[in-house]
């Protein structure tokens, strides 16, 4: 089975810009979440997403969005970067058919905001 | 609000000498618990995850963790530290019922000399 897989791996853009991220969870999941990593503020949850709905989020300003398709494919969103949005984002898929679930988390996309 | 502390930013062993990274959480029940892996530019992986029942878990290669409720700790051990266990250890608590989100400690960064 593969796993989750993000798009693009690596992304440059400049301050004031916009960037979407993907993310292709494991077949058969239907949560999906999003996290940013640096190395200030350490692993933060952004947002996940279950069945096309916004499940919970994390504390973030709004420039930050995402959505999730039906086929359970998500992306985010964020507007008007920021130097301090440099970070690995990492999305993560789990199966959530329990209460004993186990997040899988893709490769990440390195952005750098110049 | 869950929170997870791992007190070792830096860990260095000699290859083939025992690890023990250790791990508290403060959650007013008991928690999820997670070890994840992170190798450099790379996501994380999940190394074990304690649920209920036995509180000596074991996971993928090699580790084991021990849930302690007495001391709210989940110390990750190896008898045996490889040289490709080079990386980023993470540990993270999740809430008991509804949604499970995870939330991280800082890590720890173990630096296997040979």
């Known amino acids: 089975k593969a796993g989750v897989t993000q798009t693009p791996r690596y992304l440059i853009k400049t301050r004031g810009q916009q960037v979407t991220l993907s993310c292709s969870p494991i077949?058969?999941?239907?949560?999906v979440s999003w996290y940013q990593q640096t190395p200030g503020q350490g692993l933060q949850f952004l947002f996940e997403?279950?069945?096309?709905?916004?499940?919970n989020k994390g504390n973030f300003p709004g420039r930050f969005s995402g959505r999730q398709f039906s086929n359970s494919r998500s992306e985010m969103n964020v507007s008007t970067l920021e130097l301090g949005d440099s970070a690995l984002y990492l999305c993560?898929?789990?199966?959530?058919?329990?209460?004993?679930?186990?997040?899988?988390f893709g490769p990440g996309t390195r952005l750098l905001v110049l | 609000a869950q929170s997870v502390t791992q007190p070792d930013i830096h860990i260095t062993v000699s290859e083939g000498a025992s690890l023990e990274l250790r791990c508290n959480y403060s959650?007013?029940?008991?928690?999820?618990l997670f070890w994840y892996v992170q190798s450099p530019g790379q996501g994380l992986q999940l190394l074990l995850k304690?649920?209920?029942?036995?509180?000596l878990v074991q996971g993928i290669k090699g580790f084991e963790a021990e849930f302690k409720r007495s001391q709210s700790s989940f110390n990750l051990r190896k008898p045996s530290v490889h040289w490709s266990d080079a990386a980023e250890y993470f540990c993270?608590?999740?809430?008991?019922?509804?949604?499970?989100?995870?939330?991280f400690g800082r890590g720890t960064s173990l630096i296997v000399h040979p």
């Open positions: 077949s058969g999941h239907r949560s």
């Open positions: 304690y649920f209920s029942g036995d509180t």
């Open positions: 993270a608590v999740g809430a008991r019922g509804g949604s499970y989100i995870p939330t």
């Open positions: 959650y007013g029940a008991t928690p999820y």
């Open positions: 993560a898929s789990s199966s959530d058919t329990g209460r004993q679930e186990t997040q899988y």
């Open positions: 997403y279950f069945s096309e709905t916004q499940r």
